[in-house]
């Protein structure tokens, strides 16, 4: 069983060797690991290419972070896809290994686990803690969902139920997430394991306009994927994320 794993990246020359390093060091051996660049001039690009274990590299412009990732697994050649941007690594070596166990049983679709957001200097300290659960069918209309970058699916379901919508600039991966399980109820296994350290400051939580931006994203999507929610949904979107910052694993 192959995994793909595909690194959006611009300007990350600061990050990316510790990205790729996590994917070269999983003692799961099957892996290939995609970068999609949209045209980096930091030295991201040399890094990358003393590389020996990145698979597959697209260096071009591209219209935003999603339609990026969709190119990334347009080329990608594996069962499993899963995303790992250049902020992300991996939180000890067997994440891999885990999740193809979990997807080991046919009848699962997607695989997905913890997360802690870290200090951009020091890693160790965490300042915020994603604590996923077990997926039950309504999760999505209180503004749940899985934590993006521990978030795996058996590739053809992209092909199936469409990829990133691009109509979306910060909240596609919910979007997402949200067709995949609630709408279509794609089977999946919660690996209750911190899977991925993420450096603070991504796109969706950098700034109170992204956020405000963000939650007004996610609403629409909804309404797209025809999900009935409650008016106050964004209200209780953000307040399900209040006990992240002081729960602890």
Same mark, same amino acid.
């Given at each position: 069983?192959?995994?793909?794993?595909?690194?959006?990246?611009?300007?990350?020359?600061?990050?990316?060797k510790?990205?790729?390093?996590?994917?070269?060091?999983?003692?799961?051996?099957?892996?290939?690991?995609?970068?999609?660049?949209?045209?980096? &001039?930091?030295?991201?690009?040399?890094?990358?290419?003393?590389?020996?274990?990145?698979?597959?590299?697209?260096?071009?412009?591209?219209?935003?972070?999603?339609?990026?990732?969709?190119?990334?697994?347009?080329?990608?050649?594996?069962?499993?896809?899963?995303? $790992?941007?250049?902020?992300?690594?991996?939180a000890?070596?067997?994440?891999? *290994?885990?999740?193809?166990?979990?997807?080991?049983?046919?009848?699962?679709?997607? !695989?997905?686990?913890?997360?802690?957001?870290?200090?951009?200097?020091?890693?160790?300290?965490?300042?915020?803690?994603?604590?996923?659960?077990?997926? !039950? +069918?309504? $999760?999505?209309?209180?503004?749940?969902?899985?934590?993006?970058?521990?978030?795996?699916?058996?590739?053809?379901y992209?092909?199936?139920?469409g #990829?990133?919508?691009?109509?979306?600039?910060?909240?596609?991966?919910?979007?997402?997430?949200? *067709?995949?399980l609630?709408?279509?109820?794609?089977?999946? !296994? #919660?690996? +209750?394991?911190?899977?991925?350290?993420? @450096?603070?400051?991504?796109?969706?939580?950098?700034?109170? @306009?992204?956020?405000?931006?963000? &939650?007004?994203?996610?609403?629409?999507?909804?309404?797209?994927?025809?999900?009935?929610? +409650?008016? #106050?949904?964004?209200?209780?979107?953000?307040?399900?994320?209040?006990p992240?910052?002081?729960? @602890?694993?």
């Amino acid at each position: 069983m192959k995994i793909s794993i595909i690194t959006v990246c611009f300007n990350a020359a600061e990050t990316i060797k510790s990205t790729i390093d996590s994917i070269a060091s999983q003692d799961y051996q099957n892996i290939e690991h995609i970068i999609v660049d949209g045209g980096s &001039n930091d030295g991201t690009r040399e890094i990358i290419s003393s590389s020996d274990s990145v698979s597959k590299y697209i260096f071009e412009s591209d219209d935003g972070i999603y339609d990026a990732m969709n190119k990334g697994i347009k080329a990608s050649s594996g069962d499993i896809v899963g995303i $790992l941007n250049a902020d992300d690594f991996y939180a000890n070596e067997n994440v891999l *290994r885990n999740v193809a166990a979990a997807f080991s049983d046919p009848l699962i679709d997607t !695989v997905y686990g913890d997360l802690v957001y870290v200090d951009k200097e020091n890693t160790d300290r965490i300042i915020r803690y994603w604590k996923s659960r077990c997926f !039950v +069918p309504g $999760l999505f209309q209180r503004g749940w969902m899985p934590a993006h970058p521990t978030f795996f699916v058996r590739k053809h379901y992209f092909d199936e139920l469409g #990829y990133y919508d691009t109509e979306y600039k910060i909240q596609s991966d919910f979007e997402l997430t949200m *067709r995949f399980l609630e709408i279509y109820r794609l089977t999946s !296994v #919660y690996l +209750p394991n911190i899977m991925i350290k993420m @450096r603070i400051g991504g796109a969706s939580n950098n700034s109170l @306009r992204n956020i405000i931006k963000g &939650n007004i994203e996610s609403f629409k999507a909804c309404k797209k994927n025809n999900l009935k929610i +409650p008016f #106050y949904f964004n209200l209780i979107k953000t307040a399900s994320r209040l006990p992240q910052f002081w729960q @602890r694993p």
